[in-house]
Nanobody, 117 residues
């Protein structure tokens, strides 16, 4: 069973930065052909898509996030990242990692990001 473990969340002041990591307990051969995504769920709201990076490295971002958020991956480490900058209280949410491929779709447990002064 593949597990995705997110880390790097925490409390940050408005305007600050955080880098989230998502480590996959799968073989590098599987991770390298998978699309990786980040989602977030704010209190009282539905889970929303944040960003995706394909197996070939193409990236896409949710509305208004490009320029502040950067998704990347290191297949040698079976890890995806989400670099977040210029954070605002509206970015407060639980951030989830997702790994997708043909016939499989895995989610992590999430990591809390709180933006507050």
């Amino acid at each position: 069973q593949v597990q995705l473990v997110e880390s790097g969340g925490g409390l940050v002041q408005p305007g600050g930065s955080l880098r989230l990591s998502c480590a996959a307990s799968a073989s590098m051969s599987i991770v390298s052909i998978s699309n990786m995504g980040w989602y977030r769920q704010a209190p009282g709201k539905q889970r929303a898509w944040v960003a995706t990076i394909t197996a070939s490295g193409n990236t896409n971002y949710g509305d208004s996030l490009k320029g502040r958020f950067t998704i990347s991956r290191d297949n040698a480490k079976n890890t995806a990242y989400l670099q977040m900058s210029r954070l605002t209280p509206e970015d407060t949410a639980v951030y989830y990692c997702r790994m997708m491929g043909r016939g499989y779709d895995y989610w992590g447990q999430g990591t809390q990001v709180t933006v507050s002064s």
